[in-house]
């Protein structure tokens, strides 16, 4: 009673309400402040628990562990997925030979010894984790951005015509590099001035530690070429590895089973948890002993997806959720490589004998040159430029919706949207309805007539959600695609996206307002390409079947974009080279098919913004612009 009592007496003197409540506020934050600290210091795994992706945390690692990783190491690369092999050649140099040196008449079992010495000892010798291993910095075959060097030798350029360079590689002392090949770059020129940028067309290895590559020019003017290291040839070497089983080290689940306590309160029923068991689960059965009693979540399409059964009184049915409990014991393997070459968010830039191109000539019109954007479209590289900010697609002449909302609102008018996949499927649900609110916050009127009102409640990232622009009869569908989910969340919300294709019936219009737009990669990183592939071959096969029903529908896959590890992705996803991968493998799969594939790699390559994997509000407009093109240009014309 005295503190209120004082407080109300002080802020009568107007002179000091104003000095006392900038006092409360400073207090306030130093107690809230100090009680954080206070809990990250006491209380770390409550504090982790709270604030970490469950990608960020990690379990103790062992000898074991490290063993078969060593094994890994040393099987031939091939391994890395029998069909995707087929499909392209990944050259690396080996890893092994790294550590190693190469001795072509050492057995494979010398190799074996030698390379657990080096990086299991410390396992052996009791402690938990790989704590200082040498770090190869001096090796003669390991690229270094800052002593590499790319070379122009022709810098008069016109439009339309490509810019041609090299890149040589050198080592950490500054002299050549003769890997083999396989270092990862991303490549780019722009004009910051003009907000114009493209990237590479073209990036060959000589084999030797030389690259050729061409940039084509869309803009008159400056074009200032950046060249961007990813990561060495050794280290994508390791990362394929790593990739090669049909299951990973470092991607496990647990299965919630659980059986529920229901009581009648009135006219309603209220459940709870009365008991629960966790199982681990997995994308294959091949990780689990043959003897072993299993789950079996597949769908209709074979997408598979398998837990331990529990044990009675539960059954396979009362699975409830999936969590992941990702184990980072074999990217321990990473801490051999510098810093610089380990995928931080750092980009390692690659200098050059000239910073800039100026490029001479404004005769060249070639976007103006293309048709109408339908399916059944190759895709060039690059697949676009940006200029003024804006997408240019060099696939069809694509309309931009977001600067003009007469179209805008023509092109969305008693449509029926379904964005299938992954979070980066949820951005483009998120775009139409008031993205600044929270998730859990309960639906409400938005005034704006281009922002949806959602319809439905959910407590869950990965829980369905709809929501409609009620002015323009447009409904939006968010679904998520089924497991495996890194942040795992409720059984019941991720179901295979081949799944929920086969249950879009057939319309009275043939599907003349139905546009499906999927997503599905980044949570596929840690496994062998090969099941990616399958996963995506699946996806395909509902899309047909669902375009045979309506002809006229509009079905969209949207490929993968960069990222850089720490901007919103933990220690789970190693490198983007992971992603390019999949961009690869999903443009082969789809390109040229009555479903459209969109190129988002190139959009994100050639942006000038972090390599975020969920991009920012500029991209996410301009591949909607991009995909509505598809959606209505056709059509409504």
């Not at 790294?98 to 010398?110: A, G, T």
């Not at 993205?435 to 439905?456: C, G, H, S, W």
Request: proline share 5%; with cysteine; charged share 25%.
């Amino acid at each position: 009673m005295f503190l209120f009592g004082g407080i109300d007496v002080i802020l009568k003197r107007k002179y000091l309400s104003f000095y006392f409540l900038c006092l409360l506020a400073v207090v306030g934050s130093m107690f809230v402040l100090h009680c954080g600290l206070l809990a990250s210091c006491c209380f770390p795994k409550f504090f982790t628990s709270m604030f970490s992706e469950a990608w960020e945390k990690s379990l103790p690692g062992n000898y074991e562990t490290c063993d078969r990783l060593v094994t890994l190491l040393l099987a031939p690369s091939t391994d890395e997925g029998k069909r995707s092999s087929e499909i392209f050649s990944w050259r690396t140099p080996s890893f092994a030979d790294l550590i190693l040196h190469e001795n072509k008449n050492e057995s494979f079992n010398s190799k074996r010894q030698r390379m657990l010495h080096v990086l299991c000892r410390r396992y052996k010798q009791g402690t938990r984790t790989m704590v200082q291993l040498p770090v190869i910095d001096s090796s003669p075959s390991l690229a270094s951005a800052s002593q590499s060097l790319y070379v122009i030798d022709n810098p008069d350029v016109k439009l339309g015509d490509v810019i041609r360079f090299t890149i040589e590689m050198r080592n950490s002392i500054g002299h050549p590099t003769a890997t083999g090949g396989g270092e990862f770059f991303k490549i780019r020129a722009e004009n910051p001035e003009t907000q114009s940028s493209v990237a590479a067309s073209r990036i060959v290895s000589r084999n030797n530690g030389i690259y050729d590559v061409e940039i084509k020019t869309f803009w008159e003017g400056r074009h200032d070429v950046k060249v961007f290291f990813g990561q060495s040839g050794h280290f994508v070497d390791v990362i394929k590895h790593l990739t090669s089983q049909r299951f990973s080290e470092d991607a496990s689940f647990l299965g919630k089973f659980v059986k529920k306590k229901c009581a009648r309160w009135g006219r309603n029923e209220i459940c709870s948890v009365a008991e629960e068991e966790r199982t681990p689960c997995h994308i294959t059965p091949d990780v689990f002993p043959s003897s072993q009693v299993l789950c079996n979540f597949t769908g209709r399409r074979r997408d598979g997806w398998f837990c331990i059964k529990p044990r009675p009184p539960f059954v396979c049915e009362s699975l409830h959720a999936v969590y992941s409990s990702l184990r980072k014991t074999s990217l321990d393997i990473f801490q051999v490589f510098p810093p610089n070459d380990r995928g931080n968010m750092q980009r390692k830039t690659v200098p050059g004998n000239i910073a800039s191109v100026n490029v001479k000539g404004n005769q060249f019109h070639e976007h103006f040159r293309f048709s109408a954007c339908t399916s059944g479209l190759k895709t060039p590289k690059p697949s676009g430029f940006w200029k003024n900010s804006l997408w240019k697609s060099r696939v069809c002449n694509n309309l931009h919706y977001s600067i003009n909302p007469t179209i805008k609102a023509d092109c969305l008018r008693h449509r029926t949207f379904y964005f299938i996949g992954d979070s980066t499927a949820r951005q483009w649900y998120e775009y139409f309805v008031d993205d600044v609110r929270p998730f859990y916050v309960r639906p409400f009127v938005i005034k704006d007539k281009f922002l949806a009102r959602e319809m439905t409640l959910y407590d869950d990232v990965w829980e369905p959600r709809s929501a409609r622009i009620e002015d323009l009869n447009v409904t939006f569908q968010y679904r998520a695609h089924g497991p495996p989910l890194q942040n795992g969340g409720k059984f019941f919300a991720t179901r295979f996206v081949s799944d929920q294709l086969d249950e879009i019936k057939s319309l009275d219009d043939e599907g003349r307002h139905l546009t499906v737009v999927i997503a599905i990669g980044p949570h596929f990183l840690l496994y062998n390409p090969d099941l990616f592939l399958a996963r995506i071959e699946s996806i395909k096969t509902a899309a047909l079947k669902l375009l045979r029903r309506n002809p006229l529908a509009t079905v969209i896959v949207k490929g993968p974009t960069t990222f850089v590890r720490g901007y919103g992705v933990g220690e789970c996803c190693l490198s983007d080279w992971l992603s390019f991968r999949q961009h690869k493998l999903t443009q082969h799969v789809f390109d040229g098919t009555s479903i459209v594939f969109l190129d988002a790699w190139d959009m994100t390559v050639s942006h000038s913004s972090h390599d975020l994997i969920h991009p920012v509000r500029q991209v996410v407009e301009n591949e909607i612009d991009l995909a509505l093109s598809f959606s209505c240009s056709e059509k409504e014309s």
